[in-house]
T-cell receptor
Framework: DAGVIQSPRHEVTEMGQEVTLRCKPI?????LFWYRQTMMRGLELLIY????????DSGMPEDRFSAKMPNASFSTLKIQPSEPRDSAVYFC?????????????FGPGTRLTVT | QKEVEQNSGPLSVPEGAIASLNCTYS??????FFWYRQYSGKSPELIMF????GDKEDGRFTAQLNKASQYVSLLIRDSQPSDSATYLC??????????FGTGTSLTVIP
């Protein structure tokens, strides 16, 4: 199995630009999670989906952030417009279980830098 | 008060010693507990999970859960330099909440 796939691995953009991060979960997993990691705040859960349906987006910092999961094998996290404080590593994770209390498998992450 | 708290370290132990990592959580309703290891520049990877009070052993790793005292710990026996990493504690809180601690940095000295 290829594991969780994320793209791009690195993204550098200017403030105000739209950024789209992509994730392909492990085949057969029915839950998908988006996280953000910074030195200051550690690893924060932004949103998670179960069977392609968003279950909890309370971690999404503000309206500039949106996430979609149009099918079981693809999800996007979009930031529009981007700001320097969005600079972080964004991880996608998937799990086999139907709830949040199951083992999660992380992708390699996308390192976002907003200048 | 943070939902999950860990001592950021760094924690240094000599090779072959036991490394003890601790985590406390605030919500008594927390149901499941996870330990992840994260090497510098890499993604977190699951080491162990525990749901019930007591100890759970897997090779050189032992997770300990004490719900009455609201802490969970990870013991690493016979520590190896390859165990040097940041260890993240994660807790599942009812209401579909999932929180990570900020991690403890462990260095195993050869």
């Amino acid at each position: 199995d290829a594991g969780v796939i994320q793209s791009p691995r690195h993204e550098v953009t200017e403030m105000g630009q739209e950024v789209t991060l992509r994730c392909k979960p492990i085949s057969g997993h029915n839950s998908l999670f988006w996280y953000r990691q910074t030195m200051m705040r550690g690893l924060e859960l932004l949103i998670y989906f179960n069977n392609n349906v968003p279950i909890d987006d309370s971690g999404m910092p503000e309206d500039r952030f949106s996430a979609k999961m149009p099918n079981a094998s693809f999800s996007t996290l979009k930031i529009q417009p981007s700001e320097p404080r969005d600079s972080a590593v964004y991880f996608c994770a998937s799990s086999l279980g139907g709830g949040i209390g199951y083992e999660q498998y992380f992708g390699p992450g996308t390192r976002l830098t907003v200048t | 008060q943070k939902e999950v708290e860990q001592n950021s370290g760094p924690l240094s132990v000599p090779e072959g010693a036991i490394a003890s990592l601790n985590c406390t959580y605030s919500d008594r309703g927390s149901q499941s507990f996870f330990w992840y290891r994260q090497y510098s520049g890499k993604s977190p990877e699951l080491i162990m999970f525990i749901y019930s009070n007591g100890d759970k052993e897997d090779g050189r790793f032992t997770a300990q859960l004490n719900k009455a005292s609201q802490y969970v710990s990870l013991l690493i026996r016979d520590s190896q330099p390859s165990d040097s990493a940041t260890y993240l504690c994660a807790v599942n809180i009812p209401g579909n909440q999932f929180y990570f601690g900020t991690g403890t940095s462990l260095t195993v000295i050869p």
